[in-house]
Nanobody, 120 residues
Framework: VQLQASGGGVVQAGGSLRLSCTASGSTFGSYAVAWFRQTPGKERARVASIDWSGGNRHYADSVKGRFTISRDNAKNTVYLQMNGLKPEDTAVYYC??????????????WGQGTLVTVSS
């Protein structure tokens, strides 16, 4: 599975962005997908994840109520809708695919990252 993340950019605080993670490979629909983010000097942290069917989702407390993860398996794409963005959301965002939604260690396929910058 190869993943391509896109949709990052510069937005003012309170604004919105939608990230997309598009996959190649016919088995994409079998994998859980997550969005992680990383800032300089910090470890990569998972912010949202969705199981293979889209029926189960999990969010980090820091983004709960503001971010929504969804997927369209027919398009081999997972989305992260980010509303109410804050300067502390500034990071490089990565999408990843794995077999177990709740396990960071299971995410074995990674996209290249897309930069989100939120100005105050």
């Amino acid at each position: 599975v190869q993943l391509q993340a896109s949709g990052g950019g510069v937005v003012q605080a309170g604004g919105s962005l939608r990230l997309s993670c598009t996959a190649s490979g016919s088995t994409f629909g079998s994998y859980a997908v997550a969005w992680f983010r990383q800032t300089p000097g910090k470890e990569r942290a998972r912010v949202a994840s969705i199981d293979w069917s889209g029926g189960n989702r999990h969010y980090a407390d820091s983004v709960k109520g503001r971010f929504t993860i969804s997927r369209d398996n027919a398009k081999n794409t997972v989305y992260l809708q980010m509303n109410g963005l804050k300067p502390e959301d500034t990071a490089v965002y990565y999408c990843a695919a794995g077999l177990i939604m709740a396990s960071d260690k299971s995410y074995e396929f990674w996209g290249q990252g897309t930069l989100v910058t939120v100005s105050s």
